[in-house]
């Protein structure tokens, strides 16, 4: 396990470069992101540990980033005061473009993996805006009329883009449909509804809706999506069959899970991080064989998926968890509100 320190910053995300296996990026924030500065660090990993390469401060605190998908050396930053900032990590200081549409923080951005020419951002100001980074205003307004944590584009199709927000909803949206009045929402799930009863098998337990604060598409499987929030419960769905409810439930975590994110290399496991101060490995049962039904270990399981393993080696608030594309698999990187990036195996974890 390797370990980086960001003296004065509280980590919010953790990313991994698209190009590099031993390049992460980590957006921070002074204070907890209460109020104050933020510093988005570029780390190379060595055999010497984690170095730090560049660092980027900004006037106010940054709750994400991403990676270019085009540009080995550019990279995105979410801002507490509305702002969005594109760097150059060959240069110095600046950032090269800035966008500030939204009119609160922006707590995500999310790179287009396919056409690669396009990013999007979602802000507690209830909207999702798609930019290009050659323009310097929004291309699309998606409206959610919620506090909007996260939002994706699928990894399948480049015109088909998801969000989860503090309305207990996650929508999906097609850019392909006429914006009428639904503004290219094509779907919305209620995540705490309840998984649909079966014959012979209690029905599940349902229970109030929360803030959703995370979400990831399946890497193989190009119609499934989990969730997770402040009810401390991932959640997996078939978009096929929305209101059939979540295809796996999986409870475990003490405190609200504030991200979440399938594996590159298999398409049954995920990572999440915790307020709980772990990070867990899962499978959603599908690799197992298991249909639906309830685990006689919680009355709240569903699927027949199971928590494999969990790391519990951070002091704070886990905010950010990546895994690793390349190399050997099951490498990834936390994050958290103590001041610490750890770099660690999965594998090391899995059955303990």
Not at 200 to 226: F, M, Q, V
């Amino acid at each position: 396990m390797l370990e980086f320190r960001t003296q004065g910053f509280n980590g919010y995300n953790v990313k991994y470069s698209p190009f590099f296996d031993s390049r992460i990026a980590v957006a921070a924030s002074a204070n907890f992101g209460l109020v104050g500065n933020g510093r988005l660090y570029i780390l190379g990993l060595t055999d010497r540990g984690i170095v730090p390469e560049k660092w980027f401060d900004t006037q106010d605190s940054l709750y994400d980033t991403a990676w270019s998908e085009a540009h080995e050396n550019q990279i995105l930053a979410a801002s507490g005061d509305g702002s969005i900032k594109l760097f150059d990590i060959s240069l110095d200081q600046y950032p090269i473009q800035s966008w500030s549409e939204h009119a609160r923080e922006v707590f995500s951005v999310h790179w287009n993996l396919i056409t690669k020419d396009t990013f999007l951002s979602s802000s507690w100001d209830g909207t999702i805006k798609i930019w290009s980074p050659e323009q310097p205003a929004s291309l699309t307004t998606l409206p959610t009329h919620s506090c909007t944590y996260s939002a994706q584009f699928s990894p399948h199709a480049p015109s088909v883009l998801s969000a989860v927000s503090s309305d207990s909803h996650l929508r999906i949206f097609d850019l392909r449909t006429p914006a009428s009045a639904s503004n290219h929402l094509t779907l919305s799930i209620p995540i705490h509804t309840p998984p649909k009863a079966r014959p012979g098998i209690a029905p599940p337990i349902g229970i109030p809706p929360s803030e959703a604060l995370t979400h990831d598409w399946n890497k193989y499987r190009d119609t499934i999506i989990a969730t997770a929030g402040v009810d401390r419960t991932i959640r997996t769905f078939d978009i096929r069959m929305a209101r059939h409810g979540p295809v796996a439930v999986l409870p475990g975590h003490e405190y609200a899970v504030r991200r979440i994110t399938w594996s590159p290399h298999l398409p049954d496991v995920l990572l999440s991080a915790s307020y709980d101060m772990t990070c867990r490995v899962w499978t959603d049962g599908t690799a197992m064989g298991h249909g639906g039904g309830t685990n006689g270990e919680d009355p709240m399981a569903y699927g027949g998926g199971k928590e494999l393993g969990r790391m519990g080696r951070h002091t704070e608030f886990v905010t950010g968890v990546d895994w690793c594309l390349f190399g050997a698999e099951g490498w990834c990187a936390s994050c958290d509100w103590d001041e610490r990036i750890l770099v660690w195996d999965v594998r090391a974890v899995m059955g303990q």
